[in-house]
């Protein structure tokens, strides 16, 4: 079955950088895009971007375009979303999501908590 | 960007109603909509894709119609675990965009 296990929460401080990973098992890694979503407390769901697992490429919303930054590592089937220059308003559930066949998203990591504090 | 506007916010209900929830676009996203279900501490989960058709899995009491600019999920007969908060998503061109969200809660 598909699963997109994601590495633990982390605290920051502003300034710093995190960097969250998605491991996914289940289906071939490299067959299908993966999302990254983020949702501050008691907010609503903001896409952030995409990236191309068997290239590489990806796709940044503008919001995040200077500071994000997506990876992966296909002998591992992990993704990385690392997001640097952090500040307060940053503070959110961060999710890996992967990209369906009809180009949205179907099934989601667990989420990983990044607090951003000083 | 395409903006996507939902409504209501929020909706007090009571087992056993009908309800609708809505959303349009800013723009005509044909119907690369889907519906998504969100309990509190847990991750979003897929109800509706390509606006109308049911995920594997879901409850038939869950429908969702419309195409172009103007989308509804529907459930026909409210469960207990059916109180969440439910958003849609547009996936026709990037950036993808969520709506503001919907949070139905127990009358």
């Known amino acids: 079955q598909v699963q997109l296990v994601q590495s633990g929460a982390e605290v920051k401080k502003p300034g710093a950088s995190v960097k969250v990973s998605c491991k996914a098992s289940?289906?071939?890694?490299?067959?299908?895009?993966m999302h990254w979503v983020r949702q501050a407390p008691g907010q609503g769901l903001e896409w952030m971007g995409i990236?191309?697992?068997?290239?590489?490429?990806?796709n940044y919303a503008q919001k995040f375009q200077d500071r994000v930054n997506m990876t992966r590592d296909t002998s591992t089937s992990t993704v990385y979303m690392e997001l640097s220059s952090l500040r307060s308003e940053d503070t959110a559930v961060y999710y890996c999501?992967?990209?369906?066949?009809?180009?949205?998203?179907?099934?989601w990591g667990q989420g990983t908590l990044v607090t951003v504090s000083s | 960007d395409i903006q996507m506007t939902q409504s209501p916010s929020s909706l007090s209900a009571s087992v056993g109603d009908r309800v609708t929830i809505t959303c349009r676009a800013s723009?005509?996203?044909?119907?690369?909509l889907g519906w998504y279900q969100q309990k509190p501490g847990k991750a979003p989960k897929r109800l509706i894709y390509?606006?109308?058709s049911l995920q594997s899995g879901v409850p038939s009491r869950f429908s969702g119609s419309g195409s172009g600019t103007e989308f509804t999920l529907t459930i026909s007969s409210l469960q207990p675990e059916d109180f969440a908060t439910y958003y849609c998503?547009?996936?026709?061109?990037?950036?993808?965009?969520f709506g503001q969200g919907t949070k139905l809660e127990i009358k």
């Open positions: 999501a992967r990209r369906s066949g009809d180009y949205a998203l179907d099934y």
């Open positions: 289940g289906y071939t890694f490299t067959s299908y895009y």
């Open positions: 990236i191309n697992p068997s290239g590489g490429s990806t």
């Open positions: 723009q005509d996203i044909r119907n690369d």
């Open positions: 390509a606006a109308s």
């Open positions: 998503l547009q996936h026709t061109i990037y950036p993808y965009t």
